[in-house]
């Protein structure tokens, strides 16, 4: 490596620096050693053995001719020596998007799926995803490509419970699930071509088709009943609210599009992804699927039901293609590159007993290059890249700390037993009874016979709000959870584990 190429970097990250110090030949050399060089962890936690060996010469070998230069290992010292800053990855430049921006050739493009924005329809499309729909609605439900045995997989009828939310595998196992039922439209007669599209949440209007037949509800034909015995009749209709009540939910109340800009604005997967493994922290992505679910109403909002709705799947499907877009922006489609924007364990991905998305014969690293499942999307038209990367809330390494003038403070929720809180239900934040915010929160009305949920039972919300808000005021935390008909009510904090509030100021790194 030629000193006056590689120029030393007084305060290097390891997005931005120290993950491009190593190849795919590093990883597979230094693996079998007990060394993991693919993830933020894995390079702090050996950072002090492989500088040495960087140093001396003996890591990569002379042989390969990637011998580090005195100043690449100069930048990895100061890395160490500045508190291995984890910092963020910059995002492709802010580019307006009319077409899928998979770094495909167009030759492979043709031969993928190429999902497209539902309003992007024409007329002999929308015609063939109706006949495909009202096809696999009217197969015998113990057909395993009707709609009721794919819709069932979600939760009821059961007996298997494949609830994964609120975790790493959560996007993996729905992009899955998504090609199940893509699969099973393609197998109804004049309809092998078809593809899923999505319903772009961020759009100020539901698409009105949405509301037409057969995507305006679904009789479920059996009686479906939970771990707790509350049964739904044979007959039951799927409900939801209308367009402009789910519209106003959206941008109003959930203020979903907000959210989703703020993810795509971090380049660690734990951070876009929502779940925080350790402080049991809801955000992100899956902070912006759970307020969709309850913004829709009033089947969406049941876990054990809601896939029955059809407007399910044109809501998940949008959520993969945020998934990928994320992907693309930040050069994370291939395992090898998803797995240097881990901040934690990779273990979810590769260890033989975590990486299983059963029923599915995917594995969660798997899942990770969409095109090599053969599907890519058709990005909204206009629809701009993230440009900025997003402050990082509360504490940090205390030698890279940089406290700013900031209007704004986070006022986490902290320490809810949501396994107390039978359905899916808003975390309220008040200030002198005024509603400062809110967010919702998804989960079946058996949390407590669900191991995923049982496992991960205690939950954290960050509220980010301008200190004009809340300064001088009295705030408080209101829980409401939402019963089978679609009604809010108020859940006592004493019977979900007394949860505390705390004020942080923002940093960044």
Known sequence: MNDSTDKIVSNPTYMADIRHFFTEGDFQCMTPQGINLETYSGVKLNALRLYFRVEDGSMPPPSTGRTWSKNRVKTFYNWMK?????????PKPAQTSTTNSSAVGDAVES???????????????????????????????????????????????????????????????HRSYLIQFENALRSIEGCENITLPYWDIKDKTLPSVLYEEPFKSYTIPQKLCSISRQCYPAGYVTQRY?????????????????????????????????????????????????????????????????????????????????????????????????????ADSDDWLVDPVLNPIPPFSETTASTINLTSLGISYQHPANELVATAVIPQVGSMTASAIN?????????????????????SFDAVLKAD?????????????????????????????????????????KIHLDIRYISRTGKMHSFPLSSCGDPTLNARILLSD
């Open 242 to 342: 209308d367009a402009a009540t789910i519209a106003k939910n959206i941008h109003e109340q959930y203020k979903i599009p907000e959210i989703i800009d703020e993810a795509l604005g971090y380049s660690f997967w734990e951070k876009f992804n929502g779940w925080n493994g350790i402080e049991r922290t809801q955000g992100g992505i899956i902070l912006a699927h759970d307020s969709g679910h309850n913004a829709s109403g009033i089947t969406m909002q049941q876990q054990n039901i809601a896939a029955f709705d059809p407007i399910f799947w044109f809501f998940h499907c949008n959520w993969d293609r945020v998934w990928w877009k994320w992907q693309q922006e930040y050069n994370a489609t291939t395992l090898v590159q998803f797995k240097t924007h881990l």
């Open 433 to 473: 009874n005024e509603v400062i915010s809110t967010k919702g929160f998804f989960q079946s009305e058996d949390p407590k016979g669900c191991s995923n949920c049982k496992s991960k039972s205690i939950v954290n919300f960050d509220f980010v709000v301008d200190q004009s808000k809340i300064c001088g005021k």
């Open 111 to 173: 031969t993928l799926r190429v999902r497209k924005n539902i309003t992007e329809l024409n007329d002999n499309e929308i015609v063939l995803l109706k006949k495909a729909f009202s096809g696999i609605m009217a197969k015998s439900v113990v057909d395993p490509q009707s709609y009721f045995a794919i819709a069932g997989i979600h939760w009821l009828p059961g007996p298997n419970y494949y609830c994964r939310h609120h975790e790493n595998a959560y996007n993996p196992w």
């Open 82 to 90: 500045n508190g291995y800053r984890r910092g963020n990855a910059d």
């Open 403 to 423: 406290v700013e003038a900031n209007p704004k403070v986070s006022v986490r929720a902290k320490g809810i037993d949501r396994s107390q809180i039978p359905g």
